[in-house]
């Protein structure tokens, strides 16, 4: 199973091609809309990003028993944006999976050139980091990590992937970084180097024995309204339910 965590400007139903690339590795997929994205309910904020993704870990269990995939390994992935939540349940709840996968990952929001731009750079210098990227990877003990950049993103700098692979504190064998030439921010997922290696790293997962993810305790029994999205994606099980939706 692959709990996928989007970019900024992309919804759960942006995702054909890649989930099409987990599925043909045999992967199920659990894909989150941001808060305020696609069918999730509420206001996007960055504020809420990273704790709206670790409250998942109160439905994980029960997403995972009602798919029959309960004791399966579990993977995290994260693309641009959605790469602070991949990394946020990395480092909050290690012992629930075996993997991770970042592409296009964010190492310091603040120091994108289209941030620092807007804002001004001393204006930048002066505030902290928002996410704690790179803090957050060196807690990491025994995931194996991926991690995916092309070489030519003018959003997110190679640069800040490679202080990430640097930060990330499991050992050198069980991390990755690959820097591929010719590709940019948003045409990484469909070259075909990065599927292959991508389909490579999650083949190395076959018989790799895991506990179930553990039950964390929710406030509520209810699921908050802004997980309405969660499921085990695909595109005929999304046209199902937006037929439905709209009375069709």
């Known amino acids: 199973m692959i709990v996928h965590f989007h970019g900024n400007a992309e919804t759960v139903a942006d995702m054909d091609g890649l989930v099409a690339l987990y599925r043909g590795a045999g992967c199920s997929v659990l894909a989150v809309d941001f808060r305020g994205y696609g069918w999730s309910t509420g206001t996007p904020s ?47 709840f290690e012992e629930s999976f075996v993997g991770l996968i970042l592409e296009s990952a964010v190492m310091n929001l603040l120091e994108l050139p289209m941030v620092a731009e807007a804002l001004g750079g001393k204006l930048v210098a002066s505030l902290p980091d928002p996410f704690l990227n790179a803090a957050k990877l060196a807690r990491l003990k025994g995931l194996r990590v ?27 064998e069980q991390k990755e970084l ?21 389909a490579a790293f999650l083949d190395s997962f076959d018989g790799v024995p895991i506990s179930p993810a553990k039950q964390y305790e929710p406030a509520s029994s209810a699921r908050p309204v802004w997980v309405s999205c969660l499921g085990c ?16």
């Open 146 to 172: 991926l991690m995916l950049h092309g070489l030519e993103d003018d959003l997110v700098p190679p640069s800040q992937a490679k202080s990430l692979f640097e930060a990330c504190g499991v050992p050198a």
């Open 46 to 92: 960055l504020v809420t990003l990273t704790s709206d993704a670790a409250a998942l870990m109160n439905h994980l269990p029960r997403i995972l028993r009602d798919a029959g995939l309960q004791g399966a390994p579990c993977l995290l992935a994260g693309r641009s944006l959605g790469s602070a939540c991949a990394i946020e349940l990395a480092a909050r």
């Open 233 to 248: 994606f695909s595109h005929d099980l999304a046209e199902a339910i937006s037929a439905e939706r709209s009375g069709r």
């Open 178 to 198: 690959c820097l591929i030439p010719g590709c940019g921010h948003d045409d990484l997922s469909g070259d075909e180097r990065y599927e292959n290696l991508v």
